[in-house]
């Protein structure tokens, strides 16, 4: 496995793109979504911590087609799906997974054996479970869609009526099995119509858990609206 590793070199390239960027030595990125950090780069990867809605991140490297990278912010540090990272000029965001295979923009580093062999050993673990894959946010992709209605002050898969608290009780106190999903549980993403959801006080939603996360889900389209830590 390999690593996409961002230079002063990849800045300047990107700068020339959209010139408003900062030239530094260390390249950073935002998150377009409250987004898990995990331990490996893969969905079912034990989880380090979460970043904020717009969080600033400093990009280690990524993977070379940008599908996670490695990434540090404050005390937390591990693997983000690069599908929700991006690099904001203004109003402009640029998604990291643009950035993939292109080589005025990236390096290509090797990735140590030890972290591709436990990520390899975790990913076929998680496999022998995964029965679908989450369906990324409509309207251009999970960044575009994220990003953009982040900008114009909307929230994709916000809920249209805040859950209750009854309604939050209910999921915590009543667990349910884990439901593995190729791709990362943000907001917004949509469960597969084939996989099983439970009923709640709120008829508005249903619930369910997915990679070890449990989400509430829009009643109507499958959309998760809210992650409960």
């Not at 979504?33 to 490996?40: I, N, P, Y």
């Not at 490297?61 to 991006?86: E, F």
């Not at 090797?110 to 436990?118: G, S, V």
């Not at 992709?141 to 608290?165: D, K, L, W």
């Amino acid at each position: 496995m390999k690593l996409t590793k961002f230079t002063v070199a990849s800045v300047m390239a990107i700068s020339a793109a959209f010139p408003a960027f900062a030239q530094t030595e260390t390249t950073t990125a935002k998150a377009g979504t409250e987004l898990t950090v995990r331990a490996e780069p893969t969905p079912f990867g034990a989880i380090n911590g979460v970043l904020e809605k717009d969080q600033d991140v400093t990009i280690d490297g990524c993977l070379a087609d940008v599908s996670w990278c490695k990434i540090s912010a404050g005390d937390t540090m591990g693997w983000a799906s690069g599908q929700y990272l991006y690099v904001e000029d203004n109003a402009n965001a640029v998604p990291l997974i643009d950035m993939a295979g292109n080589e005025e923009v990236i390096t290509v580093i090797e990735q140590t054996e030890e972290t591709t062999t436990k990520t390899d050993q975790n990913l076929a673990a998680a496999a022998t479970g995964t029965i679908g894959a989450l369906t990324a946010v409509a309207l251009g992709g999970p960044v575009g869609a994220i990003v953009a209605s982040g900008i114009a002050g909307t929230a994709v898969g916000a809920a249209a009526v805040e859950p209750s608290e009854e309604t939050i009780t209910f999921v915590t106190s009543n667990p349910v099995e884990t439901v593995y999903l190729d791709g990362e549980v943000v907001v917004g993403a949509v469960i597969p119509s084939e996989v099983t959801t439970y009923e709640l006080p709120q008829p508005e939603y249903r619930y369910l858990n997915v990679n070890g996360l449990p989400v509430l889900v829009s009643a109507d389209n499958g959309a998760i609206v809210r992650i409960i830590r």
